[in-house]
């Protein structure tokens, strides 16, 4: 059994529709939202579309692939078979989904307000909560790529991403807190973000064993012990106390990089106070 079907095709990106969308949509029907109820799902699945959208085509222009963009009941999902290569890339990237929101909430506000048309309120709504939303700094949510990204630049991919799955987890606890009292969806949503954020740990921990800087621009930052033991042990460091060091961002870590793609080690501690 199929559990997603194409249902368009947008700028060579397939567009696909889950199972458990149109059993979503088919209940919405049933639960007397009637053909009003279908056609506002409609117009908001059609929001989410356009949020990931605006993620796959600023990914397209930055030369990374995209596979397709799925639709489920709780969002969408813009597959990218290449991670961003910079932190400006995973930047341009995150954000553009939810200024995409943001502009489509502006142009709502502005038709609902000339023609006092509840729908067009909803829908006002529905974007501003996309945007805004998204842009909750919670790994692998929309801000928490933004908040690596930056941190990255500062500590490195791997420690930022570390940090900000910490942060991540930190929003998700608040969040299903919060649901307990407001809404199952947030608990939901909670779980999603603490498991997911987990999963991106644990990729950027197995991209950085492998010596994978993770973004091209800002090195790989400060390693932990085990990985130190294992530098050693391999006979990698060099004599005296210092590590090699390369500094982040600069031409010759670049050069250094694409010549040698062994392991890279920042030199952090000098920099951090
Ligand atoms: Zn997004």
């Known amino acids: 059994m199929r559990w997603s079907y194409q249902i368009a095709r947008i700028f060579g990106i397939p567009i696909r529709v889950h199972l458990s969308l149109i059993l979503f949509l088919g209940l919405i029907i049933m639960w007397g939202g009637g053909l009003r109820g279908l056609l506002l799902m409609v117009a908001i699945f059609g929001s989410v579309l356009l949020h990931e959208l605006g993620h796959a085509l600023v990914a397209k222009s930055k030369g990374l692939p995209i596979a397709d963009i799925s639709l489920y009941p709780f969002g969408g999902m813009a597959r990218m078979t290449m991670p961003p290569k910079t932190s400006g890339d995973e930047i341009q990237v995150a954000a553009a989904g939810p200024m995409v929101s943001l502009v489509l ?66 929003i998700a606890a ?90 890279v080690i920042e030199w952090q501690d000098k920099r951090d106070p």
């Not at 506000?109 to 909803?122: E, I």
């Not at 690596?148 to 630049?153: G, I, Q």
Request: without cysteine.
């Open 105 to 170: 909430a502006l142009g709502f506000s502005a038709m609902a307000l000339a023609s006092q048309t509840p729908f067009l309120t909803t829908l006002a709504q529905v974007n501003l909560l996309l945007g805004l939303f998204n842009l909750v700094p919670a790994l692998p949510m929309d801000g928490g790529r933004i908040l690596r990204a930056f941190l990255a630049r500062r500590w490195g991919y791997y420690r930022a991403t570390t940090a900000s799955a910490r942060v991540a987890r930190w």
């Open 174 to 263: 608040a969040m299903g807190f919060a649901g307990l009292f407001w809404s199952g969806w947030l608990i939901v949503i909670a779980l999603f973000v603490f498991f997911m954020s987990m999963a991106e740990e644990g990729m950027a921990r197995a991209r950085h064993f492998m010596g994978d800087p993770g973004y091209q621009d800002t090195g790989q930052g400060r390693v932990f012990d085990p990985f130190r033991r294992f530098a050693e042990s391999s006979g990698f460091r060099p004599s005296g106390s210092d590590w090699e060091v390369f500094e982040a961002g600069s031409s010759t870590t670049e050069s250094a990089e694409r010549k040698r793609p062994h392991i």
